[in-house]
């Protein structure tokens, strides 16, 4: 399976001008999370020839704006799509995304859209003093699960731990948003310490880690870790 990074923006100044967040898709028919710029998402979208009437799942990994916006560019194409939210998504997010041919699906447990691809348990976290609640896609390969992420609000490591749990399987790759750029360096080196023990092999940070994190990722992972820009292809 081909992993493509259609978005991304990790820098400040991307974040300044809002041409931040993510957006990854799978086999072509599987988006996950729609970057925050729909001028943006729309761009790349038609840069690296992606045909969106092969797009039939959509998924959110939370609902902020910067893994949201980007859909709305997808409403005007008037296709079937089955868009799965983790429960308890806004009244106001799930009215933005909604169309009549939008199937819309709130999940807490693990879903297996398609042979070898899951969407998650949803996992709950705090930012600021609020509750977000994140839902990550799981792939099963032949050197283990490689786990996609919007953010990790919930803790990278935690997500990390509870998918090998519920799968019973090692994170062979680990791709995504980590959400450690606010951190300390002692707090990121501990978590990042957890993801080497833990026995993830590769690891491709990217949007909220922060630089400083990707550097220590770097250093420990050494030929593990991976570095991409948009439009690049992931084999997973």
Same mark, same amino acid.
């Given at each position: 399976?081909?992993?493509?990074?259609?978005? !991304?923006?990790?820098?400040?100044?991307?974040? #300044?001008?809002?041409?931040?967040?993510?957006? =990854?898709?799978?086999?072509?028919?599987?988006?996950? /999370?729609?970057?925050?710029?729909? /001028?943006?998402?729309? $761009?790349?979208?038609?840069?690296?020839?992606?045909?969106? $009437?092969?797009?039939?799942?959509?998924?959110?990994?939370? @609902?902020?704006?910067?893994?949201?916006?980007? =859909?709305?560019?997808?409403?005007?194409?008037?296709? !079937?799509?089955?868009?799965?939210?983790?429960?308890?998504?806004?009244?106001?997010?799930?009215?933005?995304?909604?169309?009549?041919? +939008?199937?819309?699906? !709130?999940?807490?447990?693990?879903?297996? +859209?398609?042979?070898?691809?899951?969407?998650?348990?949803?996992?709950?976290?705090?930012?600021?003093?609020?509750? +977000?609640? @994140?839902?990550?896609?799981?792939?099963?390969?032949?050197?283990?699960?490689?786990?996609?992420?919007?953010?990790?609000?919930?803790?990278?490591?935690?997500?990390?731990?509870?998918?090998?749990? /519920? #799968?019973? @399987?090692?994170?062979?790759?680990?791709?995504?948003? #980590?959400?450690?750029? /606010?951190?300390?360096?002692?707090?990121?080196?501990?978590?990042?310490?957890?993801? $080497? !023990?833990?026995?993830?092999?590769?690891?491709?940070?990217?949007?909220?880690?922060?630089?400083?994190?990707? @550097?220590?990722?770097? $250093?420990? =992972?050494?030929?593990? #870790?991976?570095?991409?820009?948009?439009?690049?292809?992931?084999?997973?």
């Amino acid at each position: 399976m081909k992993l493509t990074i259609l978005a !991304e923006g990790s820098t400040k100044w991307q974040r #300044f001008i809002r041409r931040w967040g993510v957006s =990854f898709l799978l086999d072509d028919e599987i988006l996950f /999370d729609a970057f925050g710029r729909t /001028d943006i998402f729309k $761009q790349n979208l038609d840069k690296f020839n992606v045909d969106i $009437q092969q797009i039939k799942t959509v998924i959110l990994s939370h @609902e902020h704006w910067d893994h949201v916006n980007g =859909f709305k560019y997808l409403l005007t194409s008037q296709k !079937e799509m089955t868009v799965y939210v983790p429960e308890g998504f806004s009244k106001k997010i799930k009215e933005s995304i909604s169309s009549p041919k +939008i199937k819309l699906i !709130e999940t807490n447990k693990i879903t297996e +859209i398609k042979k070898n691809i899951f969407i998650s348990e949803t996992l709950c976290g705090y930012l600021h003093g609020h509750e +977000i609640c @994140e839902q990550s896609l799981v792939v099963k390969t032949d050197k283990g699960l490689s786990v996609i992420c919007g953010c990790a609000h919930p803790g990278i490591d935690n997500i990390v731990k509870k998918i090998q749990t /519920d #799968f019973k @399987e090692n994170v062979y790759s680990l791709i995504g948003g #980590f959400h450690l750029k /606010d951190s300390a360096d002692e707090v990121n080196s501990h978590i990042i310490k957890n993801l $080497q !023990e833990a026995g993830v092999k590769r690891i491709i940070p990217m949007h909220c880690t922060g630089k400083r994190a990707v @550097e220590t990722i770097h $250093q420990v =992972f050494g030929s593990g #870790f991976i570095q991409t820009q948009e439009g690049d292809v992931i084999e997973l």
